[in-house]
């Protein structure tokens, strides 16, 4: 692949508690994400997904390997380079309060993440509100994140995501906090995004009906391991190996029709 935007390059992460067994959550993974691609990582709960999220974004150091960002080593960075660096890679999390600062109102939250771009306005953040599907965008400007609904405050975390104009956002089970009727208007926003800007996504997920509405790729990780990859398609409707046969037995396929 040419000039990919993230490369995972043999991480290891393993967890020590004091009176527990260490867990090795994720074991010599490599992954790469290439421009404007969306890979869909998939797994079971404890698979180590989250854990290997939070290594791409630098918000865990990995016991060995490398996570490589636009051709640059986040370990070999300094703290300046890695902030102006990490502006290309904006996390999306499952739940959104714990990302937004709940003293702040929209407002403030949309001029800190715009801040150090031209043209941060309330006009810009509000055209970015109204983007998100929060419209008039200008009516959300003063509330605060306790005063909007759960799948609001996600639109207001992918407002935010996007006023960094990323060129590639890691989605940590980004609808799992959404109600069931709100996924779709969030998962199609995801989508739209995508095809406006050419964004690429590392989607985490346990969803494999999402994984393969989404994404282009699929990496399926079990034990801290990823099992196999390839084309979402060719993996969830032909898996190979047992483990992802498994988890896509388990699920029920999004177009067949309910059951009564
Ligand atoms: N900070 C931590 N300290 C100790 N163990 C941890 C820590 N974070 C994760 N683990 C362990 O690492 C393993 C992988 O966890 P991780 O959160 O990455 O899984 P996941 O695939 O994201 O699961 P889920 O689908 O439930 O979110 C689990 O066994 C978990 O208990
Ligand atoms: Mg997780």
């Known amino acids: 692949m ?3 935007i993230l490369i995972l ?11 527990g067994a260490p867990v090795r959550a994720v074991n010599n993974v490599s992954l790469t994400v290439g421009r404007g691609e969306t890979v869909a ?3 079971e709960s404890g ?3 989250s854990t290997l999220g939070r290594i791409a974004l630098g918000l865990l150091a990995p016991d060995s390997g490398r996570v490589v960002l636009e051709g640059r080593s986040l370990g070999d960075l300094s703290p300046g380079e890695f902030r102006r660096a990490r502006v290309a890679m904006q996390p999306i999390f499952q739940d959104a309060s714990s990302s937004l600062n709940p003293r702040r109102p929209a407002r403030e939250l949309m001029t800190q993440a715009l801040r150090g771009q031209d043209g941060a306005s ?5 055209e970015l509100l109204d983007r998100v599907g929060l419209s008039p965008g200008r009516d959300y400007l003063p509330r605060f994140p306790h005063e909007i609904s759960g799948g609001q405050r996600q639109r207001l975390a992918v407002a935010r995501a996007l006023a960094m104009n990323p060129r590639l956002i890691i989605a940590d089970e980004p609808l799992s906090g959404a109600d069931v009727s709100i996924r779709g208007q969030i998962l199609n926003l995801l989508l739209d995004i995508k095809a406006e800007r050419g964004v690429a996504y ?3 997920t346990h969803d494999i ?8 790729r699929v990496a399926v990780m079990q034990h ?12 969830l409707s032909a898996p190979t190996h047992p483990y992802t046969r498994q988890l896509v037995a388990a699920v029920p396929v999004l177009e067949a029709p309910a059951q009564a």
């Open 202 to 204: 590392l989607m985490i």
């Open 41 to 43: 990582l998939v797994g």
């Open 2 to 4: 040419s000039d990919p």
């Open 224 to 235: 801290g391991v990823i099992v196999e990859t390839g084309p979402a398609e060719a993996v």
């Open 122 to 126: 309330d006009a810009r953040s509000a």
């Open 209 to 216: 009906s999402i994984a393969r509405h989404f994404a282009d």
């Open 47 to 49: 698979s180590g997904k």
């Open 9 to 19: 390059d043999n991480v290891s992460k393993t967890f020590r508690r004091s009176g």
